[in-house]
């Protein structure tokens, strides 16, 4: 945390978010930094601060205010920013993240106020350490870090994109307790295909069509050297780049830097947790699952590789455990011998016929599973449900795609065509569905589940490397999270109100997976709590 000190002027504490306290400044503080005057004479405790922010987001008119009120605050004063997310989780959560973060990067050109994070652009190449260099602090121990190609199911959005790594962080901060101040959003401006973007006055990012080839390959080797030397303890996380780039990039990386993609391996690990929750519903075993993907991009191809990684571990070859998982693109059925079938999906294509209408694959292929990860909106009929719970007695339903909008389905649409029999969970978040006199609570498939611990172990345990294991731990630890009553209701995710305590958990156990140095309560005890630091003693 950054601390007052003796030196700071009253101009200094007020502007700087991660210090000041507003109203909350105690008269000894006032006198001693020459507050008083400057602030109305009250003095308010946090909670009273918090009541007063709450009367104010509540009324607004709707999500995309609130998400501007809401970043005002964390301009002006994070630890009470901080304080209402932690506290109010599962209804802060779709307002500072997905979906309305969505709403927010397409109007990022009108919505911006303050700067936030470092922004990198092609014209930086050759320059990028001494961008990196005008950060606040060297001591870094999260980036999130985006080009933009690929914000949520949305697209192309640019540099408009940065608020999805101001985004993320937050959720390190609110799920795992990041410090704040050892957090860094970072954009890589790259240009845009976005020709709506292009044309527009408000647009902040460089206009200039995307760059490709070696040149945006030589600007990314040069970015992960040098962000790495000068950030030498952050953990970099890749977010939102396109599917041409995400897993490539990945796999370039990951065995060289201290880095991850959430968009791969977050999603697979939230994704296989998911998973491993419906099995304590249905009662089948890893083995006995057929998973049917619709979507073969960077997150499926993930969940796909990350469930047989899992499967492997009951003495299965990997290459055996892949056949369980079919995939279908948007040229239909992934299968043997079609043409221009990229790497990634070869060793999940199966000898079998060229097929693309999807009640027709659910068919013949009688998946246990049926996960949307294709960023089609309404993807899923009727039909292709229906016959799912034909065949299952417990379909298990993911309809992941973001913001709600894309989502495969809608968990009433689900509920209703499977007749209640499905186990559902998607990206956004739906309400409650009530059914022949029975309440059925979709999962929310969010990898706020996975990253943060992932994050807080990684850099509680100073692990060289992030590796695809951790995920593995990680989706251990929330399925064995689900109590006896998140199951009865059909619940493969926990209560977004425990997510501190599972992530916690999950560094906890990928910490142990890296030495036997590091207790649980050391690490709970450097979380940040978001509470005033007390100037008093
Ligand atoms: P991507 O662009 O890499 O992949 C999309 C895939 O969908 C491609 O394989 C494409 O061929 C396929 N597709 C497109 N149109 C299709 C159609 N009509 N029929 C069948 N397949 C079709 O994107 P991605 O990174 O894999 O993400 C996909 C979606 O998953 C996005 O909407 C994203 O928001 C969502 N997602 C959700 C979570 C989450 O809920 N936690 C996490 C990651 C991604």
């Known amino acids: 945390m950054n601390k007052i000190n003796k030196m700071m002027t009253a101009e200094q504490l007020l502007h700087d978010p991660l210090l000041n306290k507003g109203t909350a400044f105690s008269q000894k503080e006032r006198d001693l930094f020459g507050l008083n005057g400057l602030l109305p004479p009250r003095i308010l405790t946090i909670n009273e601060q918090k009541t007063r922010i709450l009367k104010n987001f509540n009324s607004k008119q709707n999500n995309i205010e609130k998400y501007i009120y809401l970043m005002g605050l964390h301009d002006r004063n994070e630890t009470l920013f901080y304080r209402i997310i932690i506290d109010k989780i599962e209804e802060m959560m779709p307002i500072i993240y997905t979906p309305t973060v969505g709403e927010a990067c397409e109007k990022f050109g009108y919505l911006y106020r303050r700067p936030r994070g470092l922004y990198i652009s092609f014209k930086d190449k050759g320059n990028i350490k001494s961008i990196l260099k005008n950060w606040q602090s060297n001591t870094v121990d999260i980036i999130v870090v985006t080009d933009g190609e690929r914000i949520l199911g949305l697209g192309d959005l640019g540099a408009n994109g940065m608020g999805i790594p101001i985004g993320k962080l937050s959720l390190y901060t609110s799920c795992a307790g990041i410090d704040p101040s050892k957090t860094l959003p970072i954009m890589l401006d790259l240009g845009t295909e976005n020709k709506d973007l292009l044309n527009n006055p408000n647009y902040l990012g ?33 977010e939102d780049f396109a599917n041409r780039n995400a897993s490539r990039l990945l796999k370039k990386y990951q065995n060289n830097y201290r880095m991850m993609n959430d968009d791969i391996q977050g999603t697979a690990s939230m994704c296989v947790a998911g998973i491993l929750g419906s099995q304590k519903i249905t009662g089948r075993n890893l083995s006995e699952e057929k998973l049917l993907f619709y979507g073969a991009g960077a997150a499926g191809i993930g969940i796909g590789d990350l469930y047989a990684l899992a499967v492997s571990k009951t003495g299965i070859s990997v290459e055996n455990a892949r056949k369980q998982c079919w995939f279908i693109d948007s040229r239909g059925l992934v299968v043997n011998g079609r043409d221009n079938l990229s790497d990634d999906k070869k060793p999940f294509a199966h000898k079998f016929k060229q097929l693309n209408d999807l009640t ?63 186990i559902f969970a998607s990206g956004s978040p739906f309400n409650p569905v009530h059914l022949d006199g029975k309440t059925h609570i979709p999962g929310q498939g969010n990898n706020a589940y996975v990253f943060p611990g992932v994050g807080l172990g990684v850099v509680a345990s100073k692990t060289k490397r992030v590796t695809d294991e951790m995920f593995l731990i990680a989706s251990n630890i929330i399925s064995n999270s689900l109590s006896k009553h998140d199951l009865e209701n059909g619940r493969v995710f926990p209560p977004l109100t425990k997510i501190r305590e599972l992530s916690l958990n999950i560094a906890t156990a990928i910490t142990k997976s890296v030495t036997d140095k590091i207790s649980k309560d050391s690490i709970e005890n450097k979380m940040y709590k978001a509470y005033y630091d007390n100037y008093d003693t």
């Open 360 to 422: 027709e694959i659910i068919s013949e292929i009688k998946p246990t599973a049926l996960i949307g990860v294709s960023g089609q909106g309404q993807a899923f009929t009727e039909n292709a449900i229906r016959k799912m719970s034909e065949i299952n007695n417990r379909p298990v339903i993911f309809a992941l795609s973001n913001p709600t909008s894309k989502s495969e389905c809608s968990a009433e649409q689900a509920y209703n065509w499977a007749e209640g029999k499905c």
């Open 206 to 238: 460089v206009k200039h069509n995307r760059v490709r080839g070696n040149e945006y390959n030589e600007f990314i080797d040069e970015f992960m050297d040098a962000v790495s030397y000068i950030f030498p303890d952050s953990m970099i996380q890749f």
